[in-house]
């Protein structure tokens, strides 16, 4: 991963961004979409319109990785981002996530957001959440067993925010 770069996604991203995104929800492990979620819904749910923005890690012409940012509300809440991210199987542990969580922190940034919040961590993906809190994030409130974990059974959902 020497090389990962991030750049903005196209739509003719898609087809490498949804083999990621299978994965991950198929899993069940970190995101509340329904496990057999369409490729379209999918598509719907994870390709933003603006104002949102969708990322995408690259090593050459490899996608690694994506990231959404929206506004988290409407109205008077749109000032704060919300941020998405998945990477897929043969890229964790690489340094994606991070490399995806400072560029979606600065893509932020300059779209005018003033904070970032998650809505929904799962408290055991402690490797999610020992890297927001290493980039500045903190646990604000979780709701606990609000989230059917195929192995660990209910667990807890942190909300997780950070000023920018």
Do not use: C
């Amino acid at each position: 991963m020497d090389e990962a770069k991030v750049r903005i996604a196209t739509d003719a991203d898609w087809p490498a961004i949804w083999p990621i995104v299978e994965a991950v929800v198929r899993a069940g492990e970190t995101y509340t979409w329904p496990r057999d979620l369409s490729e379209a819904d999918a598509r719907r749910l994870w390709m933003a319109a603006a104002p949102g923005r969708v990322l995408v890690a690259m090593d050459g012409d490899t996608v690694l990785g994506s990231a959404k940012i929206t506004p988290n509300q409407m109205g008077p809440g749109a000032h704060v981002a919300n941020g998405s991210f998945m990477v897929g199987p043969a890229a964790r542990g690489r340094g994606v996530g991070r490399l995806l969580g400072q560029a979606a922190l600065e893509h932020a940034r300059q779209a005018g957001f003033r904070a970032m919040q998650f809505n929904a961590v799962v408290e055991v993906n402690v490797t999610a959440v020992t890297l927001w809190r290493s980039l500045g994030f903190d646990i604000i409130g979780t709701v606990p067993e609000a989230f059917d974990h195929p192995t660990a059974g209910l667990v807890g959902l942190h909300v997780m925010h950070r000023k920018l």
